[in-house]
């Protein structure tokens, strides 16, 4: 199984990017997938969840209201249109699947498959 994100970059506050993670390897359906980020120096922090084939996302609450997760079923991709970004967004952003349900409280420890990560940098 292998994750690989794209769309990282450097933008400026305010500004917005669209993070995809295509999967090869696994189908992913009906598991949930997600968003994490890790900032220098402070822990790995989900960002944003959501089930394959199904309608359920779930965002933490630093980002709801400015990023939206979406899942493309047929592609195994899921993206992160962020928008109204900030400095705090910063980080390097990992795509998880394959989690046998979708709790924002699980954590990280239930996903099995990761991706290397893309850095996304706001100033």
């Known amino acids: 199984v292998q994750l690989v994100e794209s769309g990282g970059g450097s933008v400026r506050t305010g500004g917005s990017l669209r993070l995809s993670c295509a999967a090869s390897?696994?189908?992913?359906?009906?598991?949930?997938w997600g968003w994490f980020r890790q900032a220098p120096g402070k822990e790995r922090e989900w960002v944003a969840l959501?089930?394959?084939?199904?309608?359920?996302?779930d965002y933490a609450a630093s980002v709801k209201g400015r990023f939206t997760i979406s899942a493309h079923n047929t592609n195994n991709t899921v993206f992160l249109q962020m928008g109204s970004l900030k400095p705090e967004d910063t980080g390097t952003y990992y795509c998880?699947?394959?989690?046998?349900?979708?709790?924002?409280?699980?954590?990280?420890?239930?996903?099995?498959?990761w991706g290397q990560g893309t850095q996304v940098t706001v100033s």
């Open positions: 998880a699947a394959g989690a046998p349900y979708c709790a924002a409280g699980a954590g990280a420890r239930i996903f099995p498959y």
């Open positions: 390897g696994y189908t992913g359906s009906n598991s949930c």
């Open positions: 959501v089930r394959m084939g199904g309608v359920y996302t």
